[in-house]
């Protein structure tokens, strides 16, 4: 048990020891802050930390249920990024000719800024209907007396913002399951075919593992990228989550609030990222992230 209670500790310092520089970072960007706005003096211009968290404080539970929305459309764009990358980057990264069909095509639609596309995705699920894969009541409810289970639902599903957070998610997984899979070294194509090992068997225990490196390291893009796509796709073209609050915020002219809004995106995002890379690490074999 004393061994197993060092370990914690020597974990826990080595975390607090790696987390240290952000602390730090995130200290000197609220003083900034904070010395900027005092400088101006005019909190429709830059708004002081006060007046921000004052503004929090007033729609607290609108914001409590807006970030949820929009982190349960992440952690589906999220998901659905990752699966599919990895499949399809699988099977073309397998399949020459397919390969060379689809990369420009790839590239092509990689090139076209994704804002431009936002508007179509929530147009094709407003016509064709998403999917809902399952409900639940959010933090809201329990953290607010006034609000009501009702108002709290969350729904999980597949719509128009949480595939365009997957379309946009989705590149850095594909590119980089095709380039890991196609740099496997000289010597384990020899071991495969002395093993007579099938095509299939030369993926699933050589070339998978080859990319995976790759594939762990794209995820921490992923998830920025798909944080990015949800957030932009309620920007454009939705009327709910936490994208939406800015532009409410913008109409209303209320910098207060809408410092407030990025400041909470910036924070939940930086918590689903470091969320994302410890899960990374904990499934993934040792050496397969840094």
């Known amino acids: 048990m004393s061994g197993l209670s060092e370990r914690q500790f020597a974990l826990a310092k ?3 020891k790696r987390q240290f520089p952000t602390l730090v970072t995130g200290v000197l960007f609220i003083v900034l802050w904070e010395v900027i706005a005092r400088v101006i003096g005019n ?3 830059v708004a002081d930390i006060g007046y921000t968290v004052s503004s929090l404080q007033a729609q607290a539970d609108t914001i409590v249920v807006r970030v949820s929305e929009t982190f349960s459309s992440v952690i ?3 998901i659905l990024a990752v699966v599919l990358g990895v499949l399809l980057g699988m099977v073309v990264a397998e399949i020459y000719t397919l390969r060379q069909m689809t990369m420009p095509l790839i590239i092509f639609a990689y ?3 994704h804002p431009v596309l936002a508007p179509m995705f929530i147009i094709w699920f407003l016509v064709g209907g998403s999917f809902t894969l399952f409900t639940f009541t959010g933090p809201s409810a329990y953290i607010f007396p006034a609000m009501t289970a009702a108002d709290a639902q969350i729904a999980i599903g597949i719509n128009g913002v949480s595939t365009f957070g997957a379309w946009v998610g989705f590149f850095p997984v594909f590119i980089s399951t095709i380039t890991g899979m196609n740099e496997l070294e000289e010597r384990y194509q020899h071991l495969g075919t002395v093993l007579g090992a099938t095509r299939w068997q030369m993926v699933k225990y050589f070339r998978f593992w080859r990319a995976l490196p790759n594939i762990a390291s794209s995820i921490k893009s992923t998830v920025q990228l798909s944080i990015v796509g949800v957030i932009v796709a309620e920007f454009i073209a939705s009327s ?3 994208g939406y609050q800015i532009i409410l915020a913008w109409k209303t002219g209320d910098l207060g609030y809408m410092f407030g ?4 995106i910036m924070l939940v995002s930086y918590t689903f990222f470091q969320l994302a890379v410890w899960t990374v690490k904990y499934v993934t074999p040792p050496g397969s992230t840094t």
Do not use: D, H, Q
């Open 240 to 242: 709910s989550g936490i």
């Open 111 to 113: 090139a076209v800024p």
């Open 76 to 78: 589906v764009a999220f």
């Open 14 to 16: 080595r975390w607090i």
């Open 261 to 264: 809004v990025v400041l909470v």
């Open 43 to 45: 909190n429709r211009i």
